[in-house]
């Protein structure tokens, strides 16, 4: 695929100041579990999918946060909402520590929401978000996927979007068998000494290959920093695979117009969406735990397996 642009643009970017958290998906993967509540609030731990997503967004610095919501999703603007009742009960009974994590929960970023009237796929949950997001480049964030990083995932490439100004997609290398459960990019590395081998720039990107047909190991996760550029892309793209408008199709139409840049980003990454993954991620999680971690380890050592 061609596309036109130089690797840097003229002035220095906007500031990202906006999140987006499409959290209109059916969840079908974990059915019966999401029949009544959603996905995003199945929790890790103790702790929802979705507030790792937003501790993540507020340790990035981004102020706000809009999320693409649907039809039985009340509970996470519930979740972030702040709970008088709860607050005052927890305090009734001495439970000072527990209410301010509770009340710290509503104070970590400045919310809104949208809704997806119905779920026509990622990328038109993404445009559902455009009068909210106006003409200002902005993050995308799945939160099925955890990523644990010392620097957060978002801010790390941040970083590569005050450098270069473009939208810019995390990525991770997969197993060659695993390809086909992702968009995923042909590219060539860019030189930046800052993210020696870490940063390209994309030629192409296919959506879940056969591994055969993959142009790299290199698998889109769910993490992005957008132009506002792909809203006129995502408005004109038809439905695609599984009846859906698609994001990758999106990019695909973007990259023409704009270089977009592909991040391999530090940190692990846990894809939650997936039933085995969120029990890898719960174990792990689990485990380092200071509260937890010892006893969880002793159980499981205890296991004959
Ligand atoms: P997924 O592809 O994981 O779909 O969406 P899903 O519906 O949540 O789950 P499965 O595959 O049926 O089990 C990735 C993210 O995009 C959101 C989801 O809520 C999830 O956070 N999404 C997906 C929407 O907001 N709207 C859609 O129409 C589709």
């Given at each position: 695929?061609?596309?036109?642009?130089?690797?840097?643009p003229?002035g220095k970017p906007m500031r990202v100041r906006k999140a987006v958290?499409?959290?209109?998906?059916?969840?079908?993967?974990?059915?019966?579990?999401?029949?009544?509540?959603?996905?995003?609030?199945?929790?890790?731990?103790?702790?929802?999918?979705?507030?790792?997503?937003?501790?993540?967004v507020?340790?990035?610095g981004i102020p706000m946060a809009i999320?693409?919501?649907?039809?039985?999703?009340?509970?996470?603007?519930?979740?972030?909402?702040?709970?008088?009742?709860?607050?005052?009960?927890?305090?009734?009974?001495?439970?000072?520590?527990?209410?301010?994590?509770?009340?710290?929960?509503?104070?970590?970023?400045q919310?809104t929401?949208?809704?997806?009237?119905?779920?026509?796929?990622?990328?038109?949950?993404i445009l559902?978000a455009k009068d909210l997001v106006d003409d200002e480049p902005f993050a995308v964030?799945?939160?099925?996927?955890?990523?644990?990083?010392?620097?957060?995932?978002?801010?790390?490439?941040l970083?590569?979007f005050e450098?270069?100004g473009r939208s810019v997609?995390?990525?991770?290398?997969?197993?060659?068998?695993?390809?086909?459960?992702?968009?995923?990019?042909?590219?060539?590395?860019?030189?930046?000494?800052?993210?020696?081998?870490?940063?390209?720039?994309?030629?192409?990107?296919?959506?879940?290959?056969?591994?055969?047909?993959?142009?790299?190991?290199?698998?889109?996760?769910?993490?992005y920093i957008l132009t506002p550029a792909i809203f006129q892309?995502l408005?004109?793209?038809?439905?695609?695979?599984?009846?859906?408008?698609?994001?990758?199709?999106?990019?695909?139409?973007?990259?023409?117009?704009?270089?977009?840049?592909?991040?391999?980003?530090?940190?692990?990454?846990?894809?939650?969406?997936?039933?085995?993954?969120?029990?890898?991620?719960?174990?792990?999680?689990?485990?380092?735990?200071?509260?937890?971690?010892?006893?969880?380890?002793?159980?499981?050592?205890?296991?004959?397996?």
């Amino acid at each position: 695929m061609l596309h036109t642009g130089s690797d840097r643009p003229a002035g220095k970017p906007m500031r990202v100041r906006k999140a987006v958290l499409p959290v209109a998906g059916l969840g079908t993967r974990f059915l019966p579990a999401t029949k009544a509540q959603p996905k995003e609030m199945l929790p890790i731990v103790d702790k929802p999918l979705v507030q790792y997503a937003v501790e993540e967004v507020g340790r990035s610095g981004i102020p706000m946060a809009i999320f693409v919501t649907g039809r039985g999703k009340d509970a996470i603007e519930d979740h972030f909402d702040v709970s008088f009742e709860l607050e005052h009960q927890l305090a009734g009974r001495g439970q000072r520590e527990l209410r301010r994590q509770i009340r710290a929960i509503s104070a970590l970023t400045q919310m809104t929401y949208v809704r997806q009237k119905q779920a026509l796929g990622l990328g038109h949950a993404i445009l559902m978000a455009k009068d909210l997001v106006d003409d200002e480049p902005f993050a995308v964030l799945l939160s099925d996927d955890i990523v644990e990083s010392r620097v957060p995932c978002l801010k790390q490439m941040l970083e590569v979007f005050e450098r270069y100004g473009r939208s810019v997609v995390a990525v991770q290398k997969v197993d060659k068998r695993a390809v086909s459960s992702y968009g995923i990019i042909k590219a060539h590395p860019v030189r930046d000494r800052s993210w020696d081998r870490r940063l390209f720039r994309i030629d192409d990107m296919v959506e879940k290959p056969a591994p055969a047909k993959a142009p790299s190991d290199l698998a889109i996760i769910g993490r992005y920093i957008l132009t506002p550029a792909i809203f006129q892309e995502l408005a004109a793209t038809k439905r695609g695979a599984g009846g859906e408008i698609q994001l990758t199709d999106a990019l695909r139409r973007l990259l023409v117009k704009e270089p977009i840049y592909g991040f391999i980003f530090e940190g692990k990454r846990y894809d939650a969406g997936d039933k085995l993954g969120f029990l890898q991620a719960t174990v792990e999680m689990a485990l380092k735990r200071p509260d937890l971690g010892e006893r969880f380890r002793q159980y499981l050592k205890s296991l004959d397996l």
